[in-house]
Each structure stands twice: as structure tokens, then as C-alpha cells.
């Protein structure tokens, strides 16, 4: 059992950042895969960022160089530092985890356990 708790969201303007994190409960953190997915108003979820238990990282291309994400296994959590930010990144942002093949990193099905999510809210 994983339990996965963000931090991090708030209100931004347009052009700022924020950084996301993910804090996990159990001793086999390095073993999950962890991904971020978000929801706006009225969207489906869907794929931001995942970072296999290898340490290979894939992005949606809607924040590739914007986003970045990275894990620190010794803290048992999963960071996304978000730049450049733009009022259409404005969701709820969710953590998950999950053991999965890489080709299914970026399929939310894929995971098992999820955060309770926070909201990012970016201003124009």
C-alpha cells in the first residue's frame, strides 16, 4: 500500500513557477513508478509527466520545457517544478503511482494509488 500527499499548488501569474510535491508513505518508493497527471474545469484527466523507477522521464508536449520532473528516493518523493507557466496549465494537479511497463507510463489506468490532488490556478 502507497499513500501519496501533494504540496505545493497555490495562485500564480502568468510566467511564474511553482513547484509541486509528492510525498509517499512505504519503503518500496523506488520501486513505483510516479506519475503527475492534471484536471482542469470540465476536461478529462490527463498525462503531464512520469518517472520510471529507473529513473527515465517522459512529458506531455504541452510543458515539455517548461516542466521538469524528478524523484529523490532517499526523501520518498516525487517533485514537478513548473515554469512558465500559462493560464491554461490552471488544474488540479495528482500524483500517482503505479508498476507498470514504460510503454504504459503515460496511461493513468496504469496506476494503482493516487494523491488527493492540489490545485494550480495560473492568472493572464
Known amino acids: 500500500q502507497v499513500q501519496l500527499v501533494e504540496s505545493g499548488g497555490g495562485l500564480v501569474q502568468a510566467g511564474g513557477s511553482l513547484r509541486l510535491s509528492c510525498a509517499a508513505s512505504g519503503r518500496?518508493?523506488?520501486?513505483y513508478a510516479m506519475g503527475w497527471f492534471r484536471q482542469a474545469p470540465g476536461k478529462e484527466r490527463e498525462f503531464v509527466a512520469a518517472?520510471?523507477?529507473t529513473g527515465s522521464i517522459y512529458y506531455a508536449d504541452s510543458v515539455k520545457g517548461r516542466f521538469t520532473s524528478s524523484r529523490d528516493n532517499a526523501?520518498?518523493?516525487?517533485?514537478?517544478?513548473?515554469?512558465s507557466l500559462k493560464p491554461e496549465d490552471t488544474a488540479v494537479y495528482y500524483c500517482a503511482a503505479g508498476q507498470m511497463r514504460?510503454?504504459?507510463l503515460t496511461d493513468q489506468r496504469a496506476y494503482n494509488y493516487w494523491g488527493q490532488g492540489t490545485q494550480v490556478t495560473v492568472s493572464s
Open 28 to 31: 518500496t518508493f523506488g520501486s
Open 75 to 83: 526523501k520518498n518523493t516525487v517533485y514537478l517544478q513548473m515554469n
Open 51 to 53: 518517472i520510471s523507477w
Open 102 to 104: 514504460a510503454s504504459s
